[in-house]
């Protein structure tokens, strides 16, 4: 692949990148990241086609590109964010006049790859529980709270954020429910059952009283965060080292 462009070229992409600092406001490290992009698209197509003129440019050689870079072993992130890029670019040449039409308009929009968390095996939670247990039957405070965590967690299926946005009202013990609020301030009750609820009780009658404060206010969970105790008291304690998501249901 050729390492410069011709002149008529690099004055192209000095303007592309006045445009992106002076009109659009862009960082100068989002400058350079769209300028560095559009000349790798060129550089690309010249390799290819060396008398290729601008107004040729059409949605095979992005295509062609993008393919490059992914055989390259580039990630689907950068994948998209340099997707984007081509088409802010291409776009931008179209404005200017420098294309009769926009190829990037045509490109979809590299998907980003997603992976679903690990989920928790029945044993490893078995585990998971029975070292919490172990401690709460010393009715230790903080013990009595991690059990508690994991039941909820386990009997639920909530997340570990709105497991931290619980108070003290958001738990029906009559009913066995949890008024979960999640995302987009939604709320939906959720049911428990009786290991929960046994742990709900424990903690609130012995647990949290030992441990509440004039600062606690109404948060249901007190003491250190979720996170700290998965890695720093179950996990050494179990088999597995098991981070908060894997244990919701699927």
Do not use: F
Request: glycine share 8%; with cysteine; net charge positive.
């Amino acid at each position: 692949m050729r390492s410069d462009l011709p002149a008529p070229l690099e004055l192209v992409l000095e303007e592309y990148a006045r445009h992106l600092t002076l009109e659009r406001g862009r960082s100068q490290h989002t400058v350079k990241a769209y300028v560095a992009d559009a000349k790798s698209l060129l550089q690309h197509w010249l390799s290819t086609s060396p008398d290729a003129n601008l107004g040729e440019l059409d949605i095979q050689v992005l295509r062609s590109w993008l393919a490059g870079q992914s055989a390259a072993g580039i990630a689907r992130t950068t994948l998209a964010r340099r997707t984007s890029s081509v088409r802010n670019c291409t776009a931008w040449l179209l404005r200017t006049r420098r294309i009769a039409t926009d190829p990037g308009a045509r490109l979809g929009a590299a998907k980003a790859h997603r992976t679903l968390p690990p989920v928790l095996r029945q044993s490893q939670a078995a585990d998971v529980m029975d070292a919490a247990e172990s401690g709460a039957q010393q009715n230790d405070p903080i013990a009595l709270r991690d059990r508690l965590i994991v039941e909820l967690l386990y009997a639920t299926g909530i997340r570990v954020g709105e497991l931290c946005g619980l108070d003290l009202g958001s738990v029906d013990r009559e009913r066995r429910l949890l008024r979960v609020i999640g995302k987009g301030d939604k709320e939906r009750s959720v049911p428990y059952g009786k290991p929960a609820a046994d742990a709900v009780d424990l903690w609130l009658h012995v647990g949290r009283s030992a441990v509440a404060t004039d600062a606690s206010g109404q948060a249901l969970l007190l003491g250190r965060r979720e996170s700290d105790w998965i890695s720093g008291r179950l996990a050494p304690s179990s088999t597995t080292s098991c981070p908060p998501s894997p244990a919701r249901r699927t």
